[in-house]
């Protein structure tokens, strides 16, 4: 089966890091380009990053600098290393797959884990 | 940036109406759109892709069109389980930006 299991999210002071996983099974992460996107609590979507399937990376302005995507092939998981957490930040965090023969499309979702910095 | 704006931001609509949501792009992306829908504590569902491509498993009763700047996703005739809210998305270029969604809502 084809899905997404995201993993890691917390309740965090300000300033403080967390790091968040998404393991894939059905497909591999290295051969797709891979996304996080979130949702602040009643608000709608916000595209945080990308990686891409010859490594490279892209990130939302608010995130540039305090947020790293990156990949394990060997694990099969994604993962967003979030560090100098704000207030801001607060929100619940998918991971997707873009579907690059689809217009970059995110095709497949997972269920999302929770992200609250507060102190 | 990219700025996707969708209108209208809700709607009330009964069982079997017709229904359309229009989004609007702040400059030219082509076909690089695309439709999600969301229900209550759930992760975002594509429905549609590159503006006019119906996603396998979705019902046909949805559609999209246009390209450029201007938008549409058109539910032909709304089911009960059809009751969520819509994004549209931009994949022209980072960063990919949504619009600010769509309640639909029952009558």
Known sequence: EVQLVESGGDLIQPGGSLRLSCAASGFTVSGNYMSWVRQAPGEGLQWVSVSYSDGSTSYADSVKGRFTISRDSSKNTLYLQMNSLRAEDTAVYFCARVATGSYWAFDIWGQGTMVTVSS | ?107
């Open chain 2, 1 to 107: 940036d990219i700025q996707m704006t969708q209108s209208p931001s809700s709607l009330s609509a009964s069982v079997g109406d017709r229904v359309t949501i229009t989004c609007r792009a702040s400059q030219s992306i082509s076909t690089y759109l695309n439709w999600y829908q969301q229900k209550p504590g759930k992760a975002p569902n594509l429905l549609i892709y590159a503006a006019s491509s119906l996603q396998s498993g979705v019902p046909s009763r949805f559609s999209g069109s246009g390209s450029g700047t201007d938008f549409t996703l058109t539910i032909s005739s709304l089911q009960p389980e059809d009751f969520a809210t819509y994004y549209c998305q931009q994949t022209y270029s980072t960063p990919w930006t949504f619009g600010q969604g769509t309640k639909v809502e029952i009558k």
